[in-house]
């Protein structure tokens, strides 16, 4: 009998310690979802900066390629047909024949038009009432009419909720020697 009360003894013990309690459950499901809460939330937030970073890089290199070009054909300037805010015409010295115009469009981009036709997308995503050709004379003062003595290209870009400014002065060869 006494073996028997021991048995009961150990029975009930062990019935009592073989799982968890629903409170356990819940607490450790609290627990788990905090953590992976916390954890999704470090992931996105590096997501998100790898994403400005790669959105930032990709504005430095469409703006440096878009301002290199303007500069190597606007620096061999040979005459200028007209130049407004947001547009600027010229022949260049390497081929007399040909006009290139340069143009910020009101759909954000940047073109190039070579001669009567072949035009061709410089860079997009600019911000049209931000960006501007600018035009200076000797005494490095705004200059309305010619002679122009300096070129000052600045070109807002956005893109990503990212945006950033570029801008290059140029002076072209010809002119400087006038």
């Given amino acids: 009998m006494a073996i028997r009360k021991m048995q009961n ?5 062990n019935n009592g310690s073989n799982g968890f309690t629903l409170i356990e459950l819940v607490v450790a499901l609290v627990i ?4 992976s809460y916390l954890l999704v939330m470090y992931i996105m937030g590096s997501t998100e900066a790898f994403s400005r970073v790669q959105s930032r890089k990709s504005i430095i290199m469409d703006a440096t390629s878009s301002l290199k070009k303007f500069s190597r054909e606007a620096s061999s300037t040979y005459k200028i047909f007209f130049a407004i805010p947001k547009n600027f015409r010229f022949t260049s010295t390497l081929d007399t024949n040909i006009v290139i115009e340069y143009e ?5 981009t940047f073109t190039r038009q070579l001669g009567a036709g072949n035009k061709e997308l410089i860079s997009q995503d600019i911000d049209f009432d931000a960006s501007y050709f600018n035009y200076y004379d000797v005494n490095d003062n705004v200059a309305t009419l010619t002679p122009i003595r300096r070129i000052r290209l600045s070109l807002l870009f956005v893109r990503n909720n990212e945006s950033s400014r570029f801008t290059a002065d140029i002076s072209p060869e010809t002119i400087r020697e006038q």
Avoid: L, S, T
């Fill in 9 to 13: 003894h150990f029975v009930k013990k």
């Fill in 104 to 108: 910020i469009n009101n759909d954000g």
């Fill in 32 to 35: 788990v979802g905090i953590i």
